[in-house]
């Protein structure tokens, strides 16, 4: 079973970056990272290959400036090889165009199944992974929190509102997971070792044949810090801090 | 800017929609002079009144979807319409598990950008976005044709009625979607939570890793009762199976705007500050002084939830 991983490769939340009011985008600094909600589908993948008894996990990925340590991270934890598109025409791409360069570099490879993170950390729009089902004219299960394949079918069981749906979709499809889905496993020193030699394919936009099909069609007009929420007071808790909040929810009339 | 005809996506679960939909009617009903709600199910009819209570003047059905999921139909029966020259000038969609579905098939299928996530959209059609947690806000626009989807989060906008007659109820035709449609509802549960619904709850207690353990939750269900209030979860808490993922407050669970949140053993990361920071007051316990819920809190108490908890669930008893 060959499954193809969508990842992203995004700078450290902990430390975001700033922000340029005057060129209107993120000033990001140091290496990026890989998402850790894309360790769950990493992680799932290879699961799948494993019990499926052989098979490959490729991971497929959209990054400025040939960007790989956080691909590394990923063919560390196990993933066979890689495909990275790359290319300054890219900068600022929207969702759809995202998924258009996801789309064409996942018809080079033939899997089984594509996974994905329901939402990447940094921009979560959530609406990439079915815009590529669409565009590779794959069905698609969202939201997944279990998964079981038989190699012609998966079964997923995916969140709802008022609890989780038991679906099953026939193979080739694209499958979105939270972070429940499995506990992603720590790269150990020989993965680490290893992921150094494996295949990363560099591709660009005219490799993908994307040539002047690609128009991003909404603009960023602003970007400016929000206004923030003041901090109030905070106490030590020396055994009465309850009385502190039982006066505050009297005040608000709530008891 | 002007938007003529705006089309809402409509999601009504057992044959009542939601107030996020009436959230989405009302802001749509003050930007376009014509409001449509694009809908499923089977008892569209039963429901079409509420959906013109709040502006809609048309009801646009898929009809009954069976076991299918509603991605792939509604995108591909939105799409058909559009393409045959039924175009709105703009669409809300709800940031929901169906409404993203929805919501990024038919931009694919018809080529179109989508704007997501948005907090605020203004008469000239700037979108407004909330990023890393709601402390940095994007603003954009769409530059080419309409129609433009905007997927926007839960609760950016109030739920006010303001319509008229009953509305038409239309046929949204289904074309054949042929393999694209092959996923397959085999079985749906309900996980039951008693009170009030989380996002509706006046008051809202939530637990986080800081409980120690599963059991513990029982702490956070106690106090929410004696508040007659609902309980909630962090994200963590709900990956490590302590309770159900529809406890979840957060950029991927549930966003609240309570009048009182009261955050238990809770750090506060991005995820789960962008789901609840709209509430009007905030509360929080926590033993670590750093920990980033404290700058949103109203009042911070810097103590261990094992012992601020039950003091607190006595003291409400004994005033009982």
Redesign the interface.
């Known amino acids: 079973m060959n499954v193809v991983v969508c990842v992203k490769q995004i700078p450290d939340?902990a430390n975001?970056g700033r922000?340029d009011p005057e060129a209107k985008t993120l000033v990001r600094q140091g290496k990026l990272i890989l998402d850790d909600s894309d360790a769950y589908g990493v992680e799932m993948a290879l699961q799948l290959v494993d019990a499926a008894g052989g098979g490959e996990v490729t991971l497929v990925s959209m990054a400025p400036h040939n960007e790989v340590s956080g691909l590394r991270t990923a063919l560390a934890m196990g993933a066979s090889k890689a495909l990275l598109v790359s290319d300054d025409q890219l900068q600022g791409a929207?969702?759809?165009t995202t998924?258009k360069v996801l789309a064409a570099a996942i018809r080079r490879t033939d899997p089984d199944l594509v996974l994905a993170a329901?939402?990447s950390?940094?921009?979560?729009?959530?609406?990439?992974?079915?815009?590529?089902?669409?565009?590779l004219?794959?069905?698609?299960?969202?939201?997944a929190?279990r998964i079981e394949c038989d190699g012609s079918t998966v079964r997923v069981e995916?969140?709802?509102?008022?609890?989780?749906?038991?679906?099953?979709?026939?193979l080739p499809?694209v499958v979105t997971v939270?972070?429940?889905v499995v506990e992603p496993r720590y790269p150990s020193f020989k993965g680490i070792m290893a992921a150094k030699s494996k295949s990363v394919e560099q591709l660009t936009v005219a490799d993908l044949g994307l040539d002047g099909s690609l128009?991003?069609?909404?603009?960023?007009?602003?970007?400016?810090?929000?206004q923030?929420?003041q901090?109030?007071?905070?106490?030590?808790?020396e055994?009465n801090?309850?009385?502190?909040?039982?006066q505050?929810?009297d005040r608000?009339k709530?008891? | 800017m002007t938007f003529d005809n705006v089309w809402v996506l409509a999601e009504a679960?057992e044959a009542k929609p939601t107030s996020f939909t009436y959230e989405l009617l009302t802001k749509a009903r003050q930007m376009g002079s014509t409001v449509e709600a694009v809908t499923w199910g089977a008892d569209v009819d039963a429901y079409a009144a509420d959906l013109g209570r709040f502006g809609a003047t048309r009801v646009r059905s898929a009809g009954d979807l069976g076991d299918a999921?509603p991605?792939?139909p509604v995108?591909a029966a939105m799409a058909a319409a559009i393409q045959g020259g039924d175009r709105p000038d703009a669409i809300l969609f709800p940031?929901?598990?169906d409404g993203?579905?929805i919501?990024?098939?038919l931009?694919?299928?018809l080529?179109?950008?989508?704007?997501?996530?948005l907090v605020d959209l203004s008469d000239d059609g700037?979108s407004e976005h909330?990023?890393?947690g709601?402390?940095?806000?994007?603003?954009?626009?769409?530059?080419?044709?309409p129609p433009y989807l905007f997927?926007v989060r839960p609760k950016s906008f109030a739920a006010l009625e303001g319509g008229g007659a009953s509305p038409e109820v239309v046929a949204l035709p289904v074309p054949d979607t042929g393999?694209?449609?092959?996923?397959?509802?085999?079985?749906?549960?309900?996980?039951a939570r008693s009170g009030p619904k989380l996002d509706e709850a006046?008051?809202v207690v939530a637990g986080g890793r800081g409980l120690g353990e599963a059991s513990n939750f029982e702490l956070i269900e106690e106090l929410a009762r004696l508040?007659r209030g609902a309980p909630g979860a962090s994200?963590a808490i709900?990956?490590a199976?302590w309770v159900?993922?529809?406890y979840q407050v957060g950029?991927?669970g549930k966003t609240v705007k309570p009048?009182?949140y009261?955050a238990c053993g809770i750090s506060g990361a991005?995820?789960h500050m962008v789901g609840m920071?709209g509430a009007k007051?905030?509360?929080a316990?926590n033993k670590d002084?750093e920990a980033p819920i404290?700058?949103?809190?109203?009042?911070?108490?810097?103590?261990?939830v094992h012992?601020?908890l039950p003091?607190?669930i006595e003291?409400?008893k004994s005033?009982s």
Not at chain 1, 241 to 246: S, T, V
Not at chain 2, 179 to 191: D, F, G, S
Not at chain 2, 297 to 304: E, F, Q, R, T, Y
Request: net charge negative; glycine share 10%.
């Open positions: 939340p975001p922000l929207d969702a759809l998924a329901t939402e950390t940094d921009g979560y729009t959530g609406t990439t992974p079915v815009q590529v089902a669409e565009l004219g794959l069905p698609s299960v969202t939201f929190k995916r969140q709802t509102e008022a609890g989780f749906d038991e679906v099953e979709c026939p499809a939270t972070a429940g128009r991003v069609g909404q603009e960023v007009t602003d970007v400016a810090a929000a923030e929420r901090a109030g007071e905070i106490v030590q808790d055994g801090a309850h009385d502190r909040i039982i505050l929810l608000l709530v008891i | 679960p999921l991605g792939v995108a940031q929901s598990y993203r579905d919501a990024g098939r931009s694919a299928r080529d179109l950008g989508v704007l997501t996530n700037t909330a990023i890393f709601g402390s940095t806000i994007v603003r954009a626009r769409f530059t080419g044709d997927l393999p694209l449609n092959a996923a397959v509802i085999k079985q749906r549960h309900v996980e006046p008051v508040l994200r709900v990956d199976g159900p993922y529809a950029q991927t009048t009182v009261i991005t995820q920071k007051h905030i509360i316990i002084r404290f700058s949103i809190a109203d009042l911070g108490v810097v103590g261990d012992r601020v003091r607190l003291a409400l005033r």
